[in-house]
């Protein structure tokens, strides 16, 4: 594999903005999608997709006939990146109008998982927590059919920035900051009408 950029291993520009380890963790831990990426025959190649943070690993998964994964999965170096928008920062001009966000692009080459069943139900807890304790166990036809892989967080292989406050510039006018975040509506029942709505459906919801 040929030597990395140096350009990749810093922010070239508002390098204040910079985050530690502690910044990469919170956006992996919050961010419910990431964009891996890859280059085939030149060409970038990228697809969203739910992820999980378990430790020093970031856990993507997709089905075995999945082109992207068995692409990346044979050693091609991907990126992983994520982010969360915490609000729109809004100025006199149009030209100062922004955003505050967090984002992370973590690099590397996915390997396979040690253990796809425990990986699997990490990630699916990591979308809907506990959810995993009210289900049946993953069935080996399932796991066959599957493929995991771990994107390990090493030093000098991962950049995370943040912008926050406002525009930044002095006016007579308005300017401000509309804050921004997730939420969950009631969940819509689509079988077993009679039954209670899971706990971990009605903790997330909540």
């Known amino acids: 594999m040929s030597t990395e950029p140096q350009q990749l291993h810093r922010l070239t520009r508002k390098t204040d903005r910079g985050g530690d380890r502690a910044l990469l ?11 891996l990426s890859t280059v085939v025959d030149g060409w970038p190649w990228s697809v969203p997709l739910l992820f999980a943070r378990i430790g020093d690993d970031v856990i993507v998964h997709g089905s075995t006939g999945a082109g992207m994964l068995r692409h990346v999965a044979a050693g091609a ?3 992983l990146t994520a982010f969360v928008v915490d609000g729109l920062v809004v ?3 149009l030209f100062d109008h922004s955003a505050n966000y967090r984002a992370v692009v973590v690099r590397g080459v996915l390997q ?4 796809p069943a425990t990986a699997l139900t990490a990630l699916s807890d990591r979308i809907v927590p506990g ?3 009210e289900t049946t166990a993953i069935l080996p036809k399932e796991l066959a059919a599957t493929i995991a892989l771990r994107l390990p967080v090493e030093d000098g292989k991962w950049i995370a920035n943040a912008r926050t406050g406002g525009p930044g510039v002095e006016t007579d006018d308005w300017t401000g900051v509309i804050p921004m975040r997730t939420v969950y509506d009631s969940p ?3 079988t077993g009408r009679d039954a209670d709505v899971p706990a971990s459906v009605s903790q997330l919801a909540r």
């Open 91 to 93: 100025s006199d001009t």
């Open 131 to 133: 959810r995993s304790a």
């Open 77 to 79: 170096a991907v990126t």
């Open 188 to 190: 819509i029942t689509y």
């Open 112 to 115: 396979p998982v040690d253990d």
């Open 25 to 35: 963790d919170e956006v992996l831990d919050e961010a419910m999608v990431g964009m």
